[in-house]
């Protein structure tokens, strides 16, 4: 009996082929080196090349500062919050063929504070650069959990 297709989205394919399962794994350990980056409190760590020109979005509220906003961000939640760490539970990605666009979702839990109760998704969209062949993440998209009842 043939496995039944899930519908992903105008575009979205799960992944299939080797060069794209490659791609995938790197954008997924990018993505990863990137929280851990975060978590480690290494705010001049290489992997933020790859997030220069990124547009962030919480669930409520939406904003295009510099990356070196965000990371100031950051140090302050962290200052704030010194156990504050992004746990990440699961990844998973979708290659979107129309657009050229790699979508990595973690599923991630925030340690201690800062209103982010139970687990939260994140969504990256990474794009290639025509220029240099390099990835770059173009959008964060972050939906708050909620704890369980």
Known sequence: MPKEKVFLGEGLEPSSEKADTETTRYLEDLSRQMVNALNERQYDHPVFKHFTEVTSKLDTKSGSG?????????????????GYRILIK????????TEDVVEVLLVVEISEGVGMA?????VFKWM??????????????YMRGHPAV
């Open 90 to 97: 699961d990844t998973s990605s979708f290659i979107n063929a």
């Open 128 to 141: 290639k650069q025509k220029s240099n062949d390099m990835w770059k993440c173009k959008e964060t998209t």
């Open 66 to 82: 510099s990356l070196s906003d965000r990371l100031e961000e950051q140090k302050r939640v962290t200052t704030s919050n010194p």
């Open 118 to 122: 139970g687990e939260s998704i994140g």
